[in-house]
């Protein structure tokens, strides 16, 4: 990937860059996390509503259904799916509380943490093991690009932002902008030369 954005062109990895835009915004999104009922919910064929496409499965699990079209959602039922969830809809696990990952960690997947723990509020060991090696590869490529003030890499990430990646970089080379290591500070990075874009609540500097 980085290797094709040194040579100009744009490649796209939706788990690097799921990782590299969490670590600039500080964190995942309430858009980026795992509902589950709360603000989507998915329709089998014979209208029995599901928290979830991925658990419509063959619609013959009575349990994992939230409500039908003909009746609406059932809210106690959406409410008792993940009862031990926080505001952050993140995993349970106790060893996530001080995980450097949990702020773009993607272990609020019910579906993800079912298929292996069977709990759709307990992540699992495989889980975990993806979320870090894959913040670790973004982390190495963003930065090394990132150092390099490569025109690719600036554009694809910061201008999905809102941000003038050729006035970050103008900035940076001058002297005026000193930006700390991705890792170091994630917030820090994803404040520079933001632009309202009608999209989010940037802060403008």
Known sequence: MARWMRAGRTVSVSTLDNKILAALKGGLGHEDKCKLGDGFVAVSPDGHLYPCERLVAEDDRPDDRVGHVSTGIERPKVACLRPDIGEDRHAVNEECSTCAEKFRCAASCA????????????????????????????????????????????????????IDADLLAAKIRSGELQVPALRTDPKAIGAIARRRDGKRALRVI
């Open 111 to 162: 579906c993800a943490n079912r298929a292996e723990t069977g709990s759709l509020q307990v992540a699992g060991g495989v889980q975990c093991w993806h979320e870090k090696t894959s913040a670790r590869i973004a982390d190495r490529m963003a930065e090394s690009l990132f150092a390099d003030l490569d025109p690719v890499f600036l554009r694809w990430f910061y201008g999905r932002m809102g």
